[in-house]
């Protein structure tokens, strides 16, 4: 479904160069669930960009479904972090979630009842005319949700999406994601800087080393299908992996120190 080979993004700066992302190859099958994570400053962001096609990689191809990516595809949609600025506050929630229908030229009652069950599948079917500013944070990001999910997009990309909202709030999202994702057999990549939520949430976890990035390793996640916050998290496995995750990332810091040392 998604095939990303030989990645490299160079940023260009007045202070020269910056390599954000080295090297990075992978493939995504469709109806999938795949996290990636990765320390701040990984290239996370950058990935995603590339990927979704708002970033042209200076090395390197991006392929959606045989296609390569050049500008950003109709099949894809992006749920960013920063769901405050990513929602227009004069429009309703109603509206919100329609506009890429609408902009698609999706007829009005096909709009309708997309709209209307996305909205459901977040379970904010009982607001569909209030404002997002009238909604909590938690709220938001589920309208921001509907909107990518009503659009029926072949691959759903997801950019730390749950950074900003609280404990509890976060574990409520992790699950609706993971039944979302049930529901309409969407491939899912999901970005976090959280090792918990990646094991938690994925069916496979791609490990980034620091920057400049490399995939540091592509991990199982062999847990049973039907998790739940309590006795998922609280699990031998979920352990285990967790702890092996956590290592990787180590073992990545500590090769790129070794580098440095060898520069000096
Ligand atoms: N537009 C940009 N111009 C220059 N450097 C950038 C730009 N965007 C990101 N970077 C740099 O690229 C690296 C990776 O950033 P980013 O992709 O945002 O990482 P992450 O999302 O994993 O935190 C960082 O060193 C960051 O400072
Ligand atoms: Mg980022």
Redesign the pocket.
């Known amino acids: 479904m998604l095939s990303v080979s030989g990645l490299k993004?160079v940023?260009q700066?007045d202070a020269g160069e910056?390599e954000?992302?080295r090297n990075l190859t992978f493939d995504i099958d469709a109806g999938e669930l795949v996290c990636i994570v990765?320390?701040?400053?990984?290239?996370?962001?950058?990935?995603l960009?590339c990927i979704s096609g708002l970033l042209a990689p200076t090395a390197g191809t991006v392929t959606l479904a045989g296609k390569q990516v050049t500008e950003p595809p109709k099949a894809m949609a992006v749920v960013f972090q920063e769901y405050g600025r990513s929602l227009f506050p004069w429009m309703t929630v109603r509206d919100n979630v329609e506009l890429p229908l609408k902009n698609q030229r999706v007829p009005r009652a096909e709009r309708e009842t997309l709209v209307n069950e996305a909205l459901a599948a977040v379970e904010l079917g009982h607001v569909p005319d209030s404002y997002p500013w009238q909604l909590s944070g938690g709220m938001q990001q589920r309208v921001a949700i509907a909107r990518a999910v009503a659009y029926r997009p072949q691959v759903l990309l997801m950019?730390?999406p749950f950074a900003a909202v609280d404990a509890q709030t976060r574990a409520d999202l992790e699950d609706l994601i993971r039944s979302i994702w049930k529901k309409l057999g969407v491939t899912i990549l999901f970005?976090t800087?959280d090792i918990d939520e990646s094991v938690y949430l994925g069916q496979r976890v791609i490990v980034?080393s620091n920057?400049p990035?490399v995939v540091q390793e592509d991990l199982a996640i062999d847990l049973p299908d039907e998790r739940d916050q309590l006795s998922t998290r609280s699990s031998a496995r979920f352990g285990e992996l967790r702890g092996h995750v956590y290592e990787q990332i180590q073992l990545a810091k500590s090769k790129a120190q070794t580098g440095a040392v060898r520069v000096k």
């Open positions: 993004k940023y700066v910056i954000a992302v990765g320390p701040s400053g990984a290239g996370k962001t950058t990935l960009k950019d730390e970005v800087h980034l920057s990035t």
